[in-house]
Each structure stands twice: as structure tokens, then as C-alpha cells.
Nanobody, 115 residues
Framework: QVQLVESGGGLVQPGGSLRLSCAASGRIFRDNAVGWYRQAPGKQRELVARISSGSNTYYAESVKGRFTISRDNAKNTVYLQMNSLKPEDTAVYYC?????????WGQGTQVTVSS
């Protein structure tokens, strides 16, 4: 069983930064891709960034150049560094681990960008 716990969300002004963390339990963490998704009120959940087991990365166009995803396998943790935040980045951010057979979700962390 895999458990994912997100942290690091909060209220930040436009142009500010936050770093989200996704801590995972379970031995399969380092062998699988992990993604950060977000869901704003009234909108579908969307993929923001993804990192493979080999640390190849993917970013949605809307966050390229502003967000950076990384992983520390020794700590079973994936990070999402978010810079130059905009009001449209406001959402609940979720961590997702794809084992190839089963997907695991965290409980989410709220990010609010507002002055």
C-alpha cells in the first residue's frame, strides 16, 4: 500500500513562490513516475508536471519556466517549486504516483495566489 502526503500549500501574493512536497510511503516510490495535478473550482483536474523514475520531466505549457519538479529518492519525496505565481495558479494541488497498474493520490494541498 502506498500513501502520499502533500504539504507546503498556502496563501501567497502574485509573483511569489511556494514549494510543495509529496512524501510517499512504500517501496515502489523510486521505481515509478510521480505527477503533480491541480484542480481549480469548477474545472477539471489537470496535469501540471511529471517526473519519471529516471528524472525525465514534463511540464504543462501554462507552468513552463515557472515551476520545477524534482525528486529525492532517498527521502521518498517529490517536490514542486513554484515561482512567479499567478492568480490562475490557485487550485488544490495533488500528488499522483503511477505504478502502471494502480494509481495513488494524495489528499491535496490548497494553493491560493491573491493580493
Amino acid at each position: 500500500q502506498v500513501q502520499l502526503v502533500e504539504s507546503g500549500g498556502g496563501l501567497v501574493q502574485p509573483g511569489g513562490s511556494l514549494r510543495l512536497s509529496c512524501a510517499a510511503s512504500g517501496r515502489i516510490f523510486r521505481d515509478n513516475a510521480v505527477g503533480w495535478y491541480r484542480q481549480a473550482p469548477g474545472k477539471q483536474r489537470e496535469l501540471v508536471a511529471r517526473i519519471s523514475s529516471g528524472s525525465n520531466t514534463y511540464y504543462a505549457e501554462s507552468v513552463k519556466g515557472r515551476f520545477t519538479i524534482s525528486r529525492d529518492n532517498a527521502k521518498n519525496t517529490v517536490y514542486l517549486q513554484m515561482n512567479s505565481l499567478k492568480p490562475e495558479d490557485t487550485a488544490v494541488y495533488y500528488c499522483h504516483l503511477d505504478s502502471g497498474l494502480v494509481g495513488y493520490w494524495g489528499q491535496g494541498t490548497q494553493v491560493t495566489v491573491s493580493s
